[in-house]
């Protein structure tokens, strides 16, 4: 089905009726329909408008369930749910996009550079293919206008969702008045009260007008940068998609530019002295030479020379150590700000491990299926005032959880309104994530959604807890006689103040290491220690965070996630012993030999916040939030951007890192438009979107300044110098992992190569051995068995063909095993054929043994009475090695695969489905081979246990008809550890 419509850049959609005031009793108002029954003049108003009942559309079928339990509407049907006052269905996501090239013009069929720039005059939509039948039956009700008065966008609060429900109301040709639900919970109140005060669809204009914006600048980017450097690429041998876009392109040029920043990076050998001093009381405490100028030695040499001129100082009783000064400063740490996704997803990945889009399907389903959690994809950290008021009974909720009761006992009833927490003018079109009011059973959810739901819990209590006091306290002591000519240390070296908030993650062009220095100051050297003590805990015991009774420094967080220079981790820090300013001191002292450190890679925490300030390096949090709207992509979209660059090949997992792989390098070297790859230039639409939002610029303005651009950059691509490194240009997607060194094994031109490259790994699988050609399934089962099936197809130098099995060794070099057990003597196969180890007379033996066995037609089992004509027919040799090679790739993926419920049984397979090898001792991990309608390969299998979900794919839920859509892991789903869930596309 394919149905297209025009959109104008100034389509507004009919007016919607004026808001109505809420009634006393937001209940039934809400079960009438949305209309006050003494309200004037309603009957004649609802038959001008043609209907009675009121058609409410969802996102998801989840939420519609939701809704019709609030509305009393019985959820039943396949389509849609019918009451007496309220009719609700649901988009599945996006049912409608923006049309295909060629559906605006034919000559844009073809991907040809002398068709560039497309740049529609207007913008036609598309219906999409994932799931037809409804939006048949979506269509079908928006355009029923004499049964309906009006319809209701219940679609997810927020941009995304906006643009959802108004491409499908605008491919309908619909007419009715709109009305806007807008909520940020899913709980029954929230979505009571929401019904309760539904506000006219014309208030979020100017959200569809940046919703538009975004999407159409992504179509015009996207696909004419994709276009043009592909066909660019083409003039020069390459024969791939250089997939484009208008965030993700940026995002991978931050990675390119880091990895560059390590690969070029030359550390350098300096030296540091340190002291161990002793009291007379025998108290001991180390000190790290410092002087004005710096506290890193460029030799070995000159480090020697200070311990020995420390060393004769201290024997010397007018120049032995002494305290020269003890400062101690008060300081304290207020609680951290509440979540918003990208904050979340940056400390679930420091804490756990989870990648930024699992954070972000964990908080989903505790949003939409548990109702224990807010709105999730949100961009602010704090809470409206009007919330205060439902604070109570989210603390109630909260007091029956035994992990948390001790905590809400100890917040003041009224609870207090921090202005930390609670303020207005840094809302935006929803608050901080936060637990609903809903009682949840934390025994219910599975384990990593309650690491998510404890971690949000532990931030939201914090918040009305104290401050953290703590006495820093820094210590100089002087080594040798006082002199004028060099100052004392306690103006240039004053205690540590703590880092909140910041995103600790500095660029390679903002680092700039300590001096080092090429000679020795004149004397007296100075040794400065630290010290922290924690007086007041305050917020820091309900995140678990304890002070160390051993060393009086503050150990990691627990559970609240509160670590790193985000999250508040403390510096550590020794426990000094009491001293007083002129007290005598013994000294020994020793260098220690370091090198200087290249930037950190980024992990996806990190890449997290790059993205969100565009690059830009922020320690503080309150810089951090006046860049917030020039971010790369928005808290909603920057998990899926990071998910695409791994999908098409242009990054890779390594471990928490994320690192660009040759392919991704390749591309962002060779892009001829740097503005393409540009993180501040996308920030700065990204900021021109939020403005749009708020009525400060005109949509015209953006997509005119969008055009302009591609028109520029199209042409600077047809005129500029192109060039691609051949030896990198792999295929999007990988084919395995390194045996050798763990890293993605990726698709080039000639072989199958590992992307750490051929220096410090070289593993390479050719893609014809022997005259056979070597399929990525074929070399997938190699990289994961270590060795195929037998094989025909081979032939030798001779041209006389033979059977064997490739073994992969530990050495990476690929040999043959004949039939008969034997090994190519450990030489390397290659595309000329079996190596010939002398003597060959064996070897020729077994070869011809195996052709004459190839011959020889396989022998069908006698057929069952009741078979089929078709499975009398005797398999031929190439079905039954496909066979055999798809059971030894299955039975490889199995191998590796870890039980996600118990995380240490392995996955088997059993009659009905696959489970826990340790099912005996209780473990209840179980998929079935049929789920939700659709047989599941091993393939899908290893998608849902390492990924948490499967691709989208076409599925039968209930029986019913094909639904696009994917499974999600869910240990405690009924019927098997797997759900299915209808896709929301990208």
């Known amino acids: 089905m394919r149905s297209e419509t025009v959109v104008t850049g100034h389509y507004r959609p009919t007016p919607s009726p004026p808001a109505r005031k809420p009634t006393s009793d937001p209940a039934s108002r809400t079960a009438r329909g949305g209309a006050d029954p003494g309200e004037p003049g309603r009957e004649s108003r609802d038959r001008s408008r043609g209907g009675s009942q009121t058609l409410v559309i969802a996102e998801k079928p989840s939420v519609a369930r939701d809704l019709a339990r609030v509305l009393g509407v019985t959820p039943k049907g396949r389509t849609h749910f019918e009451g007496a006052t309220h009719v609700i269905t649901w988009c599945v996501g996006h049912l409608v996009s923006l049309a295909e090239p060629a559906a605006h013009d034919s000559a844009w069929k073809t991907w040809r550079l002398d068709a560039l720039p497309m740049i529609p005059p207007r913008f036609r939509l598309a219906a999409r293919s994932n799931a037809p039948e409804q939006l048949r039956a979506v269509r079908d009700l928006l355009q029923d206008r004499r049964r309906f008065r009006g319809v209701v966008n219940a679609c997810d609060a927020g941009r995304e969702g906006e643009l959802i429900f108004r491409y499908v109301y605008e491919l309908s040709a619909s007419t009715l008045p709109i009305e806007r639900l807008w909520v940020s919970s899913l709980t029954d109140e929230a979505i009571t009260k929401g019904f309760a005060r539904l506000e006219p669809g014309s208030k979020y204009d100017r959200l569809a007008d940046a919703a538009r914006c975004r999407d159409e600048a992504d179509w015009l980017v996207g696909l004419n940068a994709t276009r043009a450097v592909t066909a660019r690429a083409q003039t020069v041998g390459e024969r791939r998609v250089y997939s484009l876009g208008r965030v993700q392109t940026p995002t991978l040029a931050l990675v390119v530019t880091r990895d560059e920043a390590i690969r070029g990076f030359v550390p350098k050998d300096f030296w540091q002295v340190s002291g161990g001093f002793t009291t007379a009381r025998g108290q001991r405490f180390d000190a790290l030479w410092t002087h004005a100028t710096g506290a890193r030695l460029s030799t070995e040499s000159l480090a020697n020379a200070l311990c020995s001129r420390c060393a004769t100082a201290a024997r010397d009783e007018a120049q032995r150590p002494i305290v020269e000064s003890v400062a101690t400063r008060r300081t304290r740490e207020p609680p951290p700000l509440l979540f918003d996704l990208t904050s979340l997803q940056r400390t679930a990945n420091k804490r756990f491990g989870f990648s930024a889009q699992r954070t972000l399907d964990l908080a989903q389903a505790l949003y939409e299926r548990h109702k224990a959690l807010t709105y999730p994809r949100t961009d602010s950290r704090h809470l409206p005032k009007d919330l205060h008021g439902e604070v109570s009974a989210m603390l109630s909720s909260l007091s029956a959880i035994a992990d948390y009761a001790p905590f809400v006992r100890a917040v003041a009833s009224p609870p207090p309104m921090p202005r930390r927490m609670f303020d207005d003018a840094r809302v935006s079109d929803h608050h901080a994530i936060v637990p609903t009011g809903r009682k949840v059973d934390p025994s219910a959810l599975a384990p990593d959604e309650r690491k998510l739901y404890d971690l949000v819990v532990r931030r939201f209590l914090a ?457 005996k001792d209780g473990c209840t991990f179980v998929v079935w081979f049929e789920t939700a309608g659709r047989k599941l390969s091993v393939s899908q299998l290893e998608q849902l246990v390492a990924k948490g979900r499967t691709r989208s794919s076409a599925f039968r839920p209930g029986n019913g008809p094909p639904v696009k859509g994917k499974l999600v892991l869910d240990l405690d789903a009924k019927g098997g550890s797997a759900r299915f869930e209808p896709s929301d596309a990208e």
Not at 596 to 607: D, G, I, K, M, W
Not at 618 to 641: I, K, Y
């Open 463 to 919: 918040g009305f807890f104290a401050d953290a006091e703590f006495d820093d306290t820094t210590v100089v002591v002087r080594v040798g006689a006082a002199s004028a000519s060099a100052p004392p240390l306690s103006a240039i070296a004053p205690p540590p103040t703590p880092k909140t908030q910041g995103t600790g993650d500095k660029s390679a062009s903002a680092r700039e290491e300590p001096k080092i220095l090429e000679a020795l100051p004149a004397p007296p050297d100075r040794f400065v220690a630290r010290g922290r003590v924690r007086i007041e805990a305050g917020w820091q015991t309900v995140a678990g965070i304890e002070a160390d009774e051993g060393d009086g420094t503050s150990a990691r967080p627990r559970s609240d996630g509160a670590e790193g220079n985000d999250e508040s981790e403390l510096e550590r820090t020794q426990m000094l012993p009491r001293l007083v300013q002129g007290e005598a001191l013994d000294g020994r002292f020793e260098s220690k030999k370091k090198q200087t450190r290249p930037p950190p890679r980024y992990s996806e925490a990190t890449l997290l916040s790059a993205m969100e300030s565009a690059g830009k390096s922020l320690e503080d949090d309150a810089l951090r939030a006046a860049m917030r709207e020039r971010g790369l992509g928005t808290p909603a979209t920057r998990a899926s951007t990071i998910e695409t660059l791994i999908d098409r090949g242009y990054v890779r997992r390594d471990r928490r890192n994320i690192v660009a792989t040759p392919m991704g390098t390749s591309l962002i070297k060779a892009l001829p438009v740097a503005e393409l790859a540009s993180a501040e230039l996308t920030g700065e639409w990204e900021a021109r979107l939020s403005r749009i939002e708020r009525g400060e610029e005109s949509r015209v303005a953006f997509m005119n300044d969008i055009g302009a651009f591609v028109r520029g950059a199209i042409d600077a691509v047809k005129k500029a110098p192109f060039s691609l490194t051949s030896d990198t240009t792999a295929t999007s997607q990988p084919i395995g992992r390194c045996p050798r060194c763990g890293n993605t094994v990726v698709d080039r031109t000639g072989d199958y190569a590992c992307a750490l490259g051929p220096g410090p790994c070289g593993l390479s699988i050719p893609k014809k051995i022997a005259s056979r050609l070597i399929s990525p399934e074929l070399a997938a089962v190699l990289l994961r068995a270590k060795k195929t099936v037998m094989l025909r197809g081979f032939k030798s130098r001779a041209g006389k063909s033979f059977v064997a099995s490739l073994v992969l060794g530990d050495d990476g070099k690929i040999t043959f095993e004949f039939e008969s057990g034997a090994r190519s003597a450990g030489e390397t196969a290659s595309n000329e054929g079996p190596p010939r180890p002398a003597p060959l007379r064996r070897e020729r033996a077994e070869m011809s043994a195996a052709r004459d066995a190839s011959r020889e037609p396989p022998r069908p089992k006698a057929p069952a009475a009741t078979a089929s004509a078709k499975s009398k027919r005797p398999s031929s040799p190439e079905a039954t090695e496909r066979d055999a090679l798809k059971r030894a790739a299955d039975k490889a993926v199995l191998e590796t695969l870890t039980c996600p419920r118990c995380n240490s049984g392995r996955i088997v397979q059993g009659n009905r489905g696959w489970g826990c090898a340790r099912w």
